[in-house]
């Protein structure tokens, strides 16, 4: 599903057919979980095919190369002109994108001198099938700030992601919510979280979270909008009873949240804002017509 006979991948300078890419059992990234990746979108456009905030996806791949003491020298605009590539050459339109890099055998925990950059795509919907989702607390917190590079994108970060999600799929709940360290609200295993109430917006500072490039771009269109913004710390219990709530994420884009740990939010999904500002971001990434568009 991810890829056909004829897919092609990126690794290391070449383009090879994805049922041919091959990495060493060995690699240190395959061990220990030290590698970094990204996670993008391209969008069918009125404009044609156009990447999702593709710098800024690659100047957080960087960021998280950087930060994990990988040996890693592509430029943004390579990379850029690269996924391009890569999407001309597989047809895809309509696409996630998987920028990973990962490091070469070494068992010894000390950083490795190189690291390979692999590239693949595939045509996926939106994460959760457009879905307005019942989620649970988790009991799985992430990763507190002092223990990893919390606002770098690692792969080894993702084990707790997976663990969280898994819980929660176990006992009956479309996702998990996660809290941080001082038992606050962080966000999801693989997105951000807003909830609504009284009218005004409210999700969490950075520090604890991936700063997600969606979370950026729903400030960005709530300020056009007029909806009222707010970064805190807030609990559980500030949620519960709230009047909406939703994720935000490359692959979730904007997914409305039903109900936390069974308790309903009050007002159904097409009556929030956020509803309102998912269907702007769906015009903004898909129509390239953000600017004329007019709430009704
Ligand atoms: N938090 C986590 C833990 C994530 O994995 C993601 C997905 N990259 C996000 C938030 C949302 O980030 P973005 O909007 O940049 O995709």
Known sequence: MYYKENTLSYLNGKWIKASEAKTDLYSQTMHYGCGVFEGIRSYDTADGVRIFKAEEHYQ???????????????????LVKLT???????????????????VNARMDLTPSANSNLFLCAWEWENLFNNKVLDIMTSSFRRPDPKSCVVDAKVTGHYTNSILATTEA?????????LLDANNNVAEGPGANFFYQKDNVLYTCPLGNILPGITRATVFEIAKELGFKMVEKYFTIADVK??????????????????????????????????????????RKVAHNEYQEFALV
């Open 169 to 177: 799929k176990i006992n009956g709940f479309d996702e998990a919510l």
């Open 84 to 102: 391009y590539d890569l999407l001309e050459k597989n047809e895809l339109k309509d696409a996630y994108i998987r920028p990973l890099v990962y």
């Open 60 to 78: 957080r791949l960087i960021y998280s190369a950087k930060k994990t003491h990988l040996n890693f020298d592509y430029t943004t605009e390579q």
């Open 241 to 282: 009873g709230a009047d909406g709530a939703f994720f935000t994420g490359t692959a979730a884009e904007i997914t409305g949240i039903k109900s936390l740990d069974r308790v309903d939010f009050k007002l159904d999904w097409e009556d929030t804002l956020g509803y309102d500002l998912s269907r702007m971001y769906q």
